[in-house]
């Protein structure tokens, strides 16, 4: 897994790549957690390079969901591919999660909230 | 559906075995084995891909739950193909532990209800066709049946 983040116009894009797993769930977590401390409320998950995702990797989302829904922010899931795509959608998580097809177009509908 | 014997006999090919003991890099290993037995048998993404999340929500259990009085995981996997997809068998050291026997969650609640675990083994039994638990003197013995 990599992570990489950056904030534009406001909003924190946190893009993580590879596998978002039980091998490296609280290192994403710990990630999510550090931008929220920094003040930041407008959150895209950048999956668009996410090759994999498991139920521990859910757990992280799930996390970060119910947090930026605790300070009244908002938090977008953004380039899911096939395979992420149908571990969410068996999750459930697809009803309650918004979700865009790219960053850039989730970035843009954050920044003008 | 019917089960022929042969998607539950093992094959006459013994397959591929890989043997874990419940470190965090067991998850890369997990991916290169069955990247290797999927080329191997001709599986294709889709398959590969579920056989992967289901033994990686398997492999998370046994090694959260399966030793509360401590000892040393003494995991095998084992992959073979059969007729019409694939077999694994996955095998343990651990304390007896059916993770058939438990409730699906509720994927109706919403966000603030919504539990953060249980989905593991739900996803195990969405994406596994047929699932069978057995629990023998060594441990526990899960075989699972995919369909292409």
Redesign the interface.
């Known amino acids: 897994m990599n992570l990489t983040a950056k904030a534009t116009d406001g909003v924190a894009i946190l893009s993580i790549e590879g596998?978002l797993?039980?091998?490296n769930a609280s290192e994403a977590e710990a990630a999510f957690a550090g931008l929220a401390a920094e003040g930041h409320s407008r959150f895209v998950l950048d999956f668009s390079a996410l090759q994999?995702i498991?139920?521990?990797g859910?757990?992280v989302v799930?996390?970060a969901?119910?947090k930026t829904?605790a300070i009244k922010g908002s938090l977008i899931c953004a380039g899911m591919n096939e395979?992420v795509r149908?571990?969410f959608e068996?999750?459930?998580?697809l009803g309650?999660l918004e979700t865009a097809d790219t960053a850039d177009e989730a970035a843009g509908r954050l920044a003008s909230r | 559906m019917a089960h022929s014997d042969d998607d539950h006999r093992a094959a006459a090919d013994e397959g591929c075995v890989l043997a874990l003991d419940g470190e965090?890099?067991d998850?890369?290993a997990l991916?290169r084995f069955l990247e290797g037995a999927s080329v191997r048998f001709g599986w294709n993404?889709?398959t590969q891909?579920h056989l992967?999340?289901a033994c990686?929500?398997l492999?998370?259990n046994i090694v959260s739950y399966g030793y509360p009085h401590g000892g040393v995981p003494r995991i095998r996997l084992s992959a073979a193909a059969t007729a019409r997809g694939a077999r694994l068998v996955l095998e343990d050291n651990a304390v007896a532990f059916d993770p058939l026997g438990q409730p699906d969650p509720d994927?109706?609640l919403?966000?603030?209800s919504?539990p953060?675990?249980g989905?593991?083994v739900?996803?195990v039994k969405?994406?596994i066709d047929d699932v069978h638990y057995e629990r023998l003197p060594s441990g526990n013995r899960l075989t699972m049946i995919k369909f292409e």
Do not use: C, N
Request: aromatic share 6%; net charge positive; charged share 30%.
């Open positions: 596998r797993d039980g091998q994999y498991s139920s521990a859910l757990r799930l996390v969901a119910k829904k395979a149908e571990v068996m999750s459930g998580l309650i | 965090r890099s998850i890369d991916h993404a889709r891909h992967t999340l990686e929500e492999l998370t994927l109706s919403d966000l603030d919504r953060i675990g989905l593991g739900y996803f969405r994406v």
